[in-house]
């Protein structure tokens, strides 16, 4: 069954450190992937998103993944940070016969930043 | 503005009293689909639509009925609620296909059951 784990509950970093939030995946096909962030109180919004090609890819507001399939992960990441990035994160799959009828949601990195 | 359009935002009901939780897309969207949010579990997929008069079931669909009738709407039907319903909902479309993934959410609706 297609699943993905995301090891991290909640992580504090300082402003203006670098971020890297973990995601690892697993679905037997190549995956769609997704990372979405949902700030306080709001619906989610796509960051990023990898559907074949370079395994780096670039999102908005300054985020990156990469892609790596011989660790079944795809990482979120952030060269510095900024205190209106503190929100909860979701990584995602897409599953199904279509390969994206059914997008799979892992269950959320909450992101705080110290001042 | 695109957007997904969820009513209402807020509602507390009771055990058993059908409800209905509207959702309309301005996009031409093909693809539409119903989540629950509770803290600890993410997003759970409830029902999904791939068009118009095609629904499926997600991973969550018991206690729910949706419809499909006109591409811009999905309303979530609870006929009748019971408190463990209590949960954050969220309606979201894409274009579907490839694109299914880039989904578009609604603001949510909070959803309480006595």
């Known amino acids: 069954a297609q699943s993905v784990t ?103 990195t909450r992101l705080s930043i110290r001042p | 503005e695109a957007q997904v359009t969820q009513n209402p935002r807020y509602l507390i009901t009771v055990t058993g009293k059908k409800l209905t939780v509207t959702c309309s897309q301005n996009m031409n969207h093909e693809y539409m689909s119903w ?10 997929q409830i029902y999904y639509s791939m068009n118009v008069e095609v629904t499926d079931k997600g991973d969550v669909p018991e206690g729910y009925k949706v419809s499909r009738k006109e591409k811009r709407n999905f309303p979530l039907i609870l006929e009748s609620p019971s408190p463990n319903q209590t949960s954050l909902y969220f309606c979201a479309s894409s274009l579907g296909g490839r694109d299914t993934g880039e989904l578009f959410f609604g603001e949510g609706s909070r959803l309480t059951v006595l």
């Open chain 1, 6 to 108: 995301q090891p991290d509950i909640h992580i504090t970093v300082s402003e203006g450190a670098s971020l890297e939030l973990r995601c690892n995946y697993s679905y037997g096909a190549t995956p769609y992937l997704f990372w979405y962030v949902q700030s306080p109180g709001q619906g989610l919004q796509l960051l990023l998103k990898y559907f074949s090609g370079d395994t780096l890819v670039q999102g908005i507001k300054g985020f990156e993944a990469e892609f790596k399939r011989s660790q079944s992960s795809f990482n979120l990441r952030k060269p510095s940070v900024h205190w209106s990035d503190a929100a909860e994160y979701f990584c995602a799959v897409g599953a199904g016969y279509s390969s994206a009828s059914k997008i799979i949601f892992g269950s959320g």
């Open chain 2, 35 to 44: 989540y629950r949010q509770d803290p600890g579990l993410g997003l759970r």
